[in-house]
């Protein structure tokens, strides 16, 4: 079984990847079992941060990486909070603050400004100095709801509404919210790519 390190500390985020990546006999483990300090996410674009996590993680590892960027992006906001969506309310971030600052800013908005999509970009390397990375990219759109909703999921779930469902990504179980979602979008794109390769 081909070894993978998944650039990221989340706990969720790691077993969505194992689940989606076992079928291929791919083994996805965490950095942290390897001590990788975080990278700093310096990029001004999705893109950019996966890549600077994945290559991180290749240069710590010696094993192929995978890592993702994603946030949600707010019309009404102009995009926001986007590449800062996991750090949206400042220095401390959790999903809560993170989740009453989004609520807050929206608080005066009309539904139809409410729009918002979430996006993944996830980019697997083979080494350190991979010219050539995989870059997949996910998109889910749908719109902010005030009160939050369910259980499941994690960050911006419980206030992203999927209207043809009329349910919040946190209503969903995780196979369904796997195929739907931007990073289950994206993982679908890569397996397809490396089940051609």
Request: charged share 25%; glycine share 8%.
């Amino acid at each position: 079984m081909e070894k993978i390190v998944l650039a990221s500390g989340n706990a969720k985020k790691l077993k969505e990847m194992q689940q989606l990546l076992a079928p291929l006999g791919i083994e996805v483990v965490p950095q942290s079992d390897f001590n990788v300090p975080e990278a700093e996410e310096t990029g001004l674009t999705f893109v950019e941060n996966a890549i600077i996590k994945a290559r991180n993680a290749c240069r710590h590892t010696r094993l192929p990486a995978i890592a993702d960027d994603s946030g949600i992006e707010v019309d009404a906001l102009n995009g926001a909070p986007g590449v800062f969506s996991a750090r949206f309310s400042g220095v401390g971030a959790t999903d809560a603050k993170n989740n009453a600052l989004l609520v807050e800013m929206l608080a005066d908005a009309p539904d139809v400004q409410r729009s918002a999509r979430y996006r993944a970009l996830i980019v697997m390397m083979r080494h350190e100095d991979d010219a050539t990375p995989l870059i997949c990219q996910g998109t889910w759109e749908g719109e902010i709801v005030l009160e939050p909703r369910g259980e499941q999921g994690f960050g911006y779930d419980p206030h992203f509404l999927v209207p043809e469902l009329g349910r919040t990504a946190a209503e969903l179980e995780p196979d369904q919210k796997n195929r739907l979602s931007h990073r289950g979008q994206a993982m679908a794109i890569l397996i397809e790519q490396l089940r051609g390769a």
